[in-house]
């Protein structure tokens, strides 16, 4: 099962936003790069989170597999 989480970075501890647009993904990409925790938070300790991460945005738009 797959769960989409948009958010904006770890920074915001756990509040979700909608994606920016895609023209500011070059400034926010490692801003948003720790974001992959969400997925741990939503599916476990052991969610996959680094190989679930993977939008042109860096972790912007996460994909948890659970």
């Known amino acids: 099962m797959f769960r989409k989480l948009e958010a904006m970075g770890s920074g915001l501890l756990g509040l979700f936003v909608p994606r920016v647009d895609a ?7 490692l801003e948003h790069y720790g974001s992959c925790w969400q997925c741990e938070s939503q599916c476990g300790y052991w969610a996959s989170c680094a190989a679930e991460c993977r939008s042109g945005c860096g972790c912007q738009v996460i994909y948890c597999e659970c």
């Open 23 to 29: 023209g500011a993904c070059g400034a926010q990409q």
